[in-house]
């Protein structure tokens, strides 16, 4: 395995003959960050309640290439979208809306078009959080941001990707350094107030804390975290032959939401009537209505209070905080087996218990579990869209991926055409953290 074959040189060297003609400067100015994209093998849909997750980054994602400018103009184009955002570093950035309630969905899973529209946003959010904690920046920056082929609106965090890569760009264009927390803070001062997204801290820890082959574990709570070594790790480019795992994205082809999905926020909304529900039944109404803020004993002693619909989130809630705990020990005993299970033992929850997830997604979870040589599956991000993951032996991962492109393309013939037979499902190695290359 090597973390290395992403960014290749040829992605590289394209976005620098574009930044440099952008930029009318030399292309040996421009400067890059990487920012790859994150799973969440366990800790789904916890985060925004305190919880603890595990998370790891692929050798997939964002690249943005940049050239500091002279003066405080910012100029960005996108290899995904087009026209162009201008804006200047120092002009004065408010929250895109005022409340976060249903409008941060709109955002979250806009129709193309919109996005169209509105890709700057990230760009602007970061100098949002930036100057909300008393950056004042002086120079902007000349850039071109592109994401891996065909991954874009798939669970993977492509958002906190691209908020990252701005921030980084941003701070490294204007010789500011920041620790790993501050740009998680920044991140969420981006999603939660500027875009107005209820999430928690899980995209965001992942992309800026992982580490090449390790499972990171964050408590979203306390925002302490450890980096968790597999016993077959040699060093930082090598794991050895015995567990040898690859980690398969198998595409839904939905980029967009299902007119009849709940929403994001919606769910948040519901944990957090929960807690309210646990708390006040245990007398503790003075805490904040989070789930981690409510012991274990007191949810089995209250839980009947719940109506159906808030007990399942609840039940979600405790049952994938044990799934992580017990699989962070499979992960440091080098126990694939195990660890695959519970991961596809929390697909499951957020199937029944969250009650995410949408047809295409459950078909593909389903398929992969029957996928020769796979550990676990799930699948990814908020489930309203995007991709499944799964962790498989290496040694069967073109057998596995095949199968899966020939089931769902059976089951899903018009989503399949969507996303195009080369790209269904791609095989990927871990990855390492969002910097400057
Ligand atoms: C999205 C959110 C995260 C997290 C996941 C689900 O990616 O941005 O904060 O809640 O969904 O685990």
Known sequence: MDEMSWPSQSEMDAIRGKVAKISGRDAKEVRFVVSPYRICPLGAHIDHQGGTVSAMTINKGILLGFIPSDDSQVLLSSGQFKGEVKFRIDEIQLPKFSNGSNNSVQVKNSSKSEEESNWG????????????????????????????????????????????????????????????????????????EYLGLRNGILDQSAILLSSYGCLTCMNCKTKEHKLILPPNFLNSHTISKKNAYKILLALSGLKQALTTNPGYNRRVAECQEAARILLRASGKEGLEPLLSNVQLETYEAYKSKLEPNLAKRAEHYFSENKRVMKGLEAWAAGNMKDFGKLISESGLSSIKNYESGCEP????????????????????????????????????????ASLVKNEYCKLQPELASQIGQESAVVICDAGDCARVI
């Open 121 to 192: 946003s990230y760009a602007k959010g970061a100098l949002y959080a930036l100057q909300k904690r008393g950056n004042c920046l002086k120079k902007g920056i000349v850039g071109f941001i592109c994401g891996s082929d065909g991954l874009d609106s798939s669970g993977l965090s492509s958002s906190a990707a691209v908020g990252i890569a701005y921030l980084i760009a941003f701070e490294n264009a204007n010789n500011l350094t920041m620790s790993p927390s501050e740009n998680i803070e920044y991140d969420r001062l981006i999603e939660n």
């Open 361 to 400: 997604l459950i078909q593909l979870y389903e398929i992969l579990l029957r996928a020769p040589g796979v550990f676990g599956a799930r699948f990814s991000g908020a489930g309203f869209r995007g991709c499944c993951i799964a962790f498989v032996d290496a040694d069967c991962a073109l057998e596995a």
